[in-house]
C-alpha cells in the first residue's frame, strides 16, 4: 500500500530559528516528491519537486532533500519568519497510479 | 506561472439546499481535474478525478450521487453538494493537472485552487 508518513505531526519554534521536517514514504515504484505549503484556509502551493535522479533542490530559505534508497525526504527552513507558519505537505507520486499520495501534514507555529 | 480558481470562496447554506463549487484554470488547458476535501487539521482526502468529457471517478466512500462532478471543458470543473447537510461542512479544494501538450508545469504536477469553504446550518 501506498503510504506517505509526516513527522513530526506538529512543531513550535521561535522566529529566526531552523527546523527540519521529516517524510518518509513507501510509495513504489517512484515517480517524484513534492513538498507543499498550506496555510490555513487556503490551498497548498508547491515548494519543490524532486525526481530520483535529485538528492537537493532549495527554493529560497526552504530546501528539501531525497534519499531513494531509503525513501526518506526532508524540508530545511532557514531563518523562520513569522509567514512560515503553516502545514508542510508531502506528496510523493508513483506506485502505479497517477493519483499521488499526501502525507497528513505537519503543522510549523512560528513565535516572535 | 499556472492559476486555478475557485468560486466562491466560502458559502453558508442551510440543510437541504445544494451547492455548486466552480474551479477554473485560468491559464492553461487541464485534462484532469482533482476535488478534495479536508477537515480540520487534517490531510487533504481525494473525493473524485474527473477527466474532460467523461463521468468523473470517485474513490470509496463518496457518494456520486450526493457530490456531482461536470468537467464540460478544458477549463472547468464543477462539483455540487446536493442536500447539504452540516457533516458536509469541509474545505473543498481542487486541483487541476495540465493536459498531456502542456507548457506550464511538470511532472504532471498538480495546480491547486485556493478552497471554498462550505458551511452547513
Known amino acids: 500500500k501506498n503510504q506517505v508518513e509526516q513527522s513530526p505531526q506538529s512543531l513550535i519554534i521561535l522566529e529566526g530559528k531552523n527546523c527540519t521536517l521529516q517524510?518518509?514514504?513507501?510509495?513504489?515504484?517512484?515517480?517524484?516528491l513534492r513538498w507543499y505549503k498550506q496555510d490555513t484556509g487556503r490551498g497548498p502551493v508547491s515548494l519543490t519537486i524532486m525526481t530520483f535522479s535529485e538528492n537537493t533542490k532549495s527554493n529560497g530559505r526552504y530546501t528539501a532533500t531525497l534519499d531513494a534508497d531509503t525513501k526518506q525526504s526532508s524540508l530545511h527552513i532557514t531563518a523562520s519568519q513569522l509567514s512560515d507558519s503553516a502545514s508542510y505537505i508531502c506528496v510523493v507520486s508513483g506506485g502505479g497510479s497517477y493519483i499521488p499520495t499526501f502525507g497528513r501534514g505537519t503543522s510549523l507555529i512560528v513565535h516572535p | 506561472g499556472a492559476v486555478v480558481s475557485q468560486h466562491p470562496s466560502w458559502v453558508i447554506c442551510k440543510s437541504g439546499t445544494s451547492v455548486k463549487i466552480e474551479c477554473r484554470s485560468l491559464d492553461f488547458q487541464a485534462t484532469t481535474m482533482f476535488w478534495y476535501r479536508q477537515f480540520p487539521k487534517q490531510s487533504l482526502m481525494l473525493m473524485a478525478t474527473?477527466?474532460?468529457?467523461?463521468?468523473?471517478?470517485?474513490e470509496q466512500g463518496v457518494e456520486k450521487d450526493k457530490f456531482l462532478i461536470n468537467h464540460a471543458s478544458l477549463t472547468l470543473s464543477t462539483l455540487t453538494v446536493t442536500s447539504a447537510h452540516p457533516e458536509d461542512s469541509s474545505f473543498y479544494i481542487c486541483?487541476?493537472?495540465?493536459?498531456?501538450?502542456?507548457?506550464?508545469?511538470?511532472?504532471?504536477?498538480?495546480?491547486f485552487g485556493p478552497g471554498t469553504r462550505l458551511t452547513v446550518l
Open positions: 474527473s477527466n474532460e468529457g467523461s463521468k468523473a471517478t470517485y
Open positions: 486541483s487541476a493537472r495540465e493536459s498531456s501538450s502542456g507548457r506550464v508545469g511538470s511532472y504532471n504536477e498538480q495546480f
Open positions: 517524510c518518509n514514504y513507501t510509495v513504489s515504484p517512484f515517480s517524484n
